[in-house]
C-alpha cells in the first residue's frame, strides 16, 4: 500500500509532533510502568501489569500508524497554491446554506479531519460537492443526511 496520502503542512506538524511525544514522553513511561508493576511479583493476577502492557500495544500501534502516515504523506502547503480561486485540496471555503447560516471548512486529508475545528476531510461528500467549484457557485451536497444546499462566499488558501 504505497499510496501517496494528501496532507496539509499542519496536518504533517501534527503528526511529526505527535510521534515525537509517543517515542519521548509516552513509550517510556508505559515502559517503567510495566517494569513497576513487575516488580511487585505475581504477573498472573497483577492488573497494574495487564494494564501497562494493554497501553504499551497501543503505543506502539499508533507509532506505527503514524510512522505510516509520514512516509505516504504529499505534504501541500495551502499558500504556494496558485488555482485561479477553483477550490482544490487545502481549500478553506465559507459557505451559506439555504436558512442563511454561515459556515467555513478546510478540505484536509482524512488523517487530520477534524469536525471539531471545522476540517472536513477530501473524501467527505460536502468536499467533494465542493471540488472544482469557484465563489460564487452553488452547491448541492448529497450527503446520509439527505441533500443540502450552499452557495459558496469566499474561497481563500491560507
Known sequence: MNDKIPMTVVGAQRLRDE??????????????????????????????????????????????EVED??????????KQLNTGGKIVFAATVELEDAEGN??????VGDAEADLKENKISISSPIARALIGKH????????????TREYTILAVRYI
Open 135 to 146: 465563489e460564487g457557485d452553488p452547491v448541492e451536497v448529497r450527503a446520509p443526511g439527505g
Open 102 to 107: 454561515e459556515v467555513t471548512y478546510q478540505i
Open 19 to 64: 510521534l515525537h511525544r509517543l517515542k519521548t514522553v509516552d513509550r517510556p513511561t508505559v515502559i517503567e510502568a510495566i517494569a513497576e508493576a513487575r516488580a511487585k511479583g505475581d504477573l498472573s493476577e497483577n492488573a497494574e501489569y495487564d494494564a501497562a502492557k494493554e497501553q504499551q500495544a497501543f503505543i506502539e500501534g499508533r507509532i506505527r
Open 69 to 78: 502516515y509520514l512516509a505516504r504523506a504529499q505534504v501541500i502547503d495551502p
